[in-house]
C-alpha cells in the first residue's frame, strides 16, 4: 500500500508533551519549596499568577524578555498583587523552570504513536516553546531520538503562524507540502501555519472542542493512536 505522507510533524505543548499538567504539578513542587503552599492556596495564587504570566508570555517578543524574565516578572508581580512578603523572585523562577525542564508529563499514548510511526515515516517537530525545556522533556521522557527535524521558535525566531516556520521544517526533511501532515492542538498557531503553507493539518481535540466553520483541518482526532489511520 502506498502511503499518504513521507513525514509526520507534531506540536509539542498539549499534542505530545501534557504541558498543562507539567506547569501545574512544577509550580506546585517550587511553591511547597519555598513553604509558599503552607499559607496560599493554590487557586488564590494561580488565580493571580495565570493571567499575568500570559500578559508577559504574550508581550515576551516585542519587551525582548527571555523565559527567566517572563517568569521573574511574573512572580514579581503576582506576591505584590497578593500583597504577600516574598522578595526571592529570581531563586523562585530558577527552581520552577528547573523542574519544568526536567517534567516529562506526556499526552496520552505520545509514546506509543511515536513509536509506531519511527521508521516508516520521518517525524519532526514545529514548536514555538523554548528550546531549552522541549529538548530535555522529551529527552527526560525518552522521546527526542525519534525526530529527524526539530523547529523551535524562539531558535529560528519564527512564530507560528508564520508559515516560514513550516517552511524550514519542509528544508530539513526536503520534502514538499503534500508529503507532510502536521499534528497539533492550536487553531489558531498550528491549522493556520499549516493552512498557509500548504500541509494538511490534523486537529488533535482531546477535549472535543467545537469546531466553527472557518476551520476545516483535514482530520480530527482525539487519541493520538487514531494517527495510525491516516498515515
Known amino acids: 500500500m502506498e502511503m499518504r505522507y513521507k513525514a509526520v510533524i507534531f506540536d509539542l505543548d498539549n499534542t505530545i508533551l501534557d504541558y498543562s499538567q507539567s506547569e501545574k504539578k512544577c509550580m506546585q513542587q517550587a511553591l511547597e519549596h519555598y513553604r509558599l503552599h503552607e499559607d496560599l492556596t493554590w487557586d488564590e495564587f494561580w488565580g493571580t499568577f495565570g493571567p499575568i504570566n500570559f500578559k508577559y508570555w504574550m508581550n515576551r517578543i516585542q519587551h525582548n524578555y527571555d523565559i527567566r524574565q517572563v517568569l521573574e516578572h511574573s512572580f514579581t508581580d503576582t506576591f505584590l498583587g497578593l500583597k504577600r512578603e516574598f522578595n526571592q523572585y529570581r531563586e523562585i523562577s ?12 506526556l499526552e496520552p499514548h505520545a509514546d506509543l504513536i511515536l513509536e509506531h510511526l519511527h521508521g516508516d515515516f520521518a517525524l519532526g517537530v514545529i514548536s514555538n516553546g523554548i528550546g531549552e525545556a522541549q529538548r530535555k522533556r522529551l529527552a527526560a521522557g525518552g522521546l527526542f531520538h525519534y525526530f529527524d527535524s526539530f523547529i523551535i521558535s524562539d531558535e529560528v525566531k519564527y512564530w507560528k503562524p508564520d508559515p516560514q516556520i513550516f517552511k524550514l521544517a519542509l528544508q530539513e526533511l526536503a520534502l514538499g507540502p503534500t508529503e507532510v501532515l502536521y499534528i497539533g492542538d492550536s487553531l489558531t498557531d498550528d491549522y493556520e501555519g499549516a493552512a498557509k503553507a500548504g500541509i494538511d493539518f490534523c486537529y488533535y481535540n482531546r477535549r472535543g472542542a467545537p469546531l466553527s466553520d472557518r476551520h476545516r483541518p483535514a482530520y480530527m482526532i482525539k487519541d493520538l493512536l487514531e494517527v495510525k489511520d491516516l498515515v
Do not use: A, M, P, Q
Request: contains cysteine; negative net charge; aromatic residues 24%.
Open 94 to 105: 530558577e527552581t520552577y523552570w528547573g523542574l519544568f525542564c526536567s517534567s516529562h508529563h
